[in-house]
C-alpha cells in the first residue's frame, strides 16, 4: 500500500528563491522514486526520478535528493518561477515486479511574484 | 501533450449509475493503469493492464472493473455510484510496464456523482 506522505501540505516562495519539497517513505523496500507536478485542471507531469541505487540526481532546474538512512526524499527548485506554481507528488515503487506507483497527498507550491 | 487521451473529460451522473471512463495509452505503451483523485487528496492506485492482462490491482472497489483491449485501449466501469466516487480518474501508460518506467499521464476525466 501506500508509504509516501509529504512533510507540509502548503509552500509559499518567493519568485527566484530556491524551493524545497520534502517526502518521506515507510517501505524500505521501494527501490525506485520520482516526483511529478500536477497544475490545475491537469494530469500530473513527469519531473524526475531517482533509483534507490543513488543518493542525488539533477535536472533541469530541480534535483532530487534521496536519504534512505531515514527514508527521506527532497525536490529542490531552483530559482522558482511563477509557472512552478502547482502541486507537486512524491511517489514510489516497491520492488514487487509490477510497475504502479504509490503516491502521497502532494504539496501545494505557491510562487509569490 | 502526454500522448495519454482520456473520455469524457467530464461526466455528471446520478447515485446508483453505472459509467463508463476510456482511455487511450500513448502509441507503443503496453500497459495501462489507473488512478483515483478525490478532493484535495493524493493519487490513489486502483488497477494496472499489460497487453490485454491484469497486472496489478490496488485499492480498487468490487463495484469497478476494467478491461484492456485488444488494440490497448482501456475502459474503466464504475457501477452502482455513490457521492464518494465523485473524484478525478486518470489514466497513464508507460512502454512495457516493466520497473523504473515513468508513467506518463492523461488529462483525467473529473466525474461527478450527484
Known amino acids: 500500500g501506500e508509504s509516501v506522505g509529504l512533510h507540509l501540505p502548503t509552500l509559499s516562495v518567493q519568485e527566484g528563491d530556491n524551493s524545497i519539497i520534502n517526502c518521506a517513505y515507510s517501505?524500505?523496500?521501494?527501490?525506485?522514486f520520482i516526483w511529478y507536478k500536477q497544475e490545475s485542471g491537469k494530469g500530473p507531469q513527469f519531473i524526475i526520478d531517482?533509483?534507490?541505487?543513488?543518493d542525488k540526481r539533477q535536472g533541469q532546474r530541480v534535483t532530487v535528493l534521496l536519504n534512505k538512512t531515514v527514508k527521506h526524499l527532497s525536490l529542490q527548485i531552483a530559482a522558482t518561477q511563477p509557472g512552478d506554481s502547482a502541486v507537486y507528488f512524491c511517489a514510489d515503487r516497491f520492488k514487487t515486479g509490477a510497475n504502479n506507483l504509490f503516491f502521497g497527498t502532494g504539496t501545494r507550491l505557491t510562487v509569490i511574484p | 501533450d502526454s500522448g495519454v487521451t482520456q473520455t469524457p473529460k467530464h461526466l455528471i451522473t446520478a447515485t446508483g449509475q453505472r459509467v463508463t471512463l476510456r482511455c487511450s495509452p500513448r502509441s507503443g505503451d503496453l500497459s495501462v493503469y489507473w488512478y483515483q483523485q478525490s478532493l484535495d487528496q493524493g493519487l490513489q492506485f486502483l488497477i494496472q493492464y499489460y497487453n490485454g492482462e491484469e497486472r496489478a490491482k490496488g485499492n480498487i472497489l468490487e463495484r469497478f472493473s476494467a478491461q484492456q483491449f485488444p488494440d490497448l485501449h482501456s475502459e474503466l466501469n464504475l457501477s452502482s455510484l455513490e457521492l464518494g466516487d465523485s473524484a478525478l480518474y486518470f489514466c497513464a501508460s508507460s512502454g512495457k510496464g516493466g520497473t523504473n518506467e515513468k508513467l506518463f499521464f492523461g488529462s483525467g476525466t473529473q466525474l461527478s456523482v450527484l
Open positions: 531517482i533509483r534507490s541505487n543513488m
Open positions: 517501505n524500505s523496500a521501494s527501490d525506485y
